[in-house]
């Protein structure tokens, strides 16, 4: 078990109005690592852990965020940098190639130089296309003694075929391969840094000494921003305040402000509640999903909405008709632990786990709210 020292969770929307929950752990953990800009040793007593959830994925998906405001690009920056202490396979040097728009222009015009070469020349990888190779990249002779070693032992001596294949209907190998990735860095001259060669070890960025104090600073400015732009919206009413009462009354004026009909509204409300926000701040990305029946998208997720009946129905028609449930119940027969008949077998799964172990498919788990005197479920899809 770690021993946590601090935490601290933030929540915001980012550009595409995505929500997204972060959270961030320091704990204890006394290690001796090696700086990724100057390769020497360090001593550090702590390390920092930062995941997210949001939409449909969760954990490291800091690449599925795009930041609205500074301090969510704060927010971005700290994490690559000092998750698990900065970890990487790469110098400081090493990764700012790899991690810039040279890097993709250098791939993509390798990709260009060979693409017309056929499937012959593509496998005689000789010296005329070494020297090509050599002289459009303008390799230096230091370079040359790296660039040889990778092309023979991470390319099988031919980093055409490697890249492109022996065809044109795709590349064989992107830019996000490690050897790859090697043959690059090695054109300039990055492929062993300061003696260190890539991706043979770990380093590390040594972590401020204030880190509780940075982690509190981004996550207030995050939440000062959000509370800004939630301002922006017109609230009109607060389904996240304590004694809100879902009336008629209510659901009329959703209905008014929305132009939808009375379930739309009573869905609404229903969602509203569960995520505790103002009728402006959902109004702002509540809609209807083209692709499933009594399923609405808010913030970037997705939500079964209805009342238990109407979900029911739903998860039965999924199982009655989804040829998967079908194959799980031959599965069931063939390891003898049911006689059921497939229709009794079918029936089963919703009379025995219930609609929502086979709408949500997130944490199995859904809550119903009071709305104008009709309980309405809400669960993730």
Same mark, same amino acid.
């Given at each position: ?22 959270? @961030? ?260 990305? @509540? ?95």
């Amino acid at each position: 078990m770690r021993d946590i020292i601090f935490k601290r969770s933030v929540q915001f929307r980012d550009e595409n109005k995505n929500s997204w929950t972060v959270e @961030f752990e320091v704990y204890k953990e006394n290690s001796t690592r090696r700086n990724r800009e100057t390769l020497q040793e360090f001593n550090q007593g702590f390390s920092v852990s930062v995941c997210g959830s949001g939409g449909m994925c969760a954990g490291q998906c800091d690449d599925h965020i795009i930041p609205r405001t500074e301090g969510q690009t704060k927010l971005l920056e700290f994490w690559k940098k000092c998750h698990l202490g900065g970890m990487s396979g790469g110098t400081v040097r090493q990764d700012e190639y790899l991690n810039s728009e040279q890097y993709v222009n250098d791939y993509n015009y390798f990709v260009e130089l060979f693409k017309t070469y056929n499937e012959h020349y593509r496998e005689q990888f000789d010296s005329i296309s070494f020297q090509i190779i050599v002289k459009n990249f303008n390799i230096s002779n230091v370079a040359l003694v790296q660039v040889r070693n990778v092309i023979y032992e991470k390319m099988g001596n031919n980093p055409i075929k490697y890249i492109l294949g022996l065809s044109n209907k795709s590349l064989k190998h992107n830019l996000s391969d490690y050897n790859v990735q090697c043959f690059f860095l090695a054109i300039k001259e990055l492929y062993v840094d300061k003696g260190y060669r890539y991706g043979h070890g770990w380093l590390y960025d040594p972590l401020p000494g204030n880190i509780e104090e940075v982690i509190n600073s981004i996550c207030d400015l995050v939440e000062e921003e959000e509370d800004a732009l939630t301002e922006e919206l017109e609230a009109v009413f607060d389904m996240g305040e304590e004694g809100f009462v879902a009336t008629g009354e209510i659901i009329q004026q959703v209905m008014d402000l929305r132009e939808c009909d009375e379930d739309e509204a009573k869905r609404f409300v229903a969602l509203g509640i569960h995520l505790g926000c103002t009728f402006g701040d959902l109004n702002d990305t @509540f809609e209807e999903c083209p692709y499933g029946e009594q399923l609405y998208c808010a913030n970037g997720i997705d939500y079964y909405i209805g009342t238990e009946d109407e979900l029911n129905n739903i998860a039965s028609d999924r199982v009655h008709n989804d040829g998967e449930y079908e194959y799980l119940w031959r599965e069931a027969v063939a390891a003898k632990s049911t006689t059921d008949s497939l229709s009794d077998w079918l029936d089963s799964i919703i009379s025995e786990d219930g609609w929502c172990s086979v709408l949500n498919h997130w944490d199995g788990r859904y809550e119903e709210y009071k709305v104008a005197g009709e309980y309405i479920c809400v669960c993730r899809s």
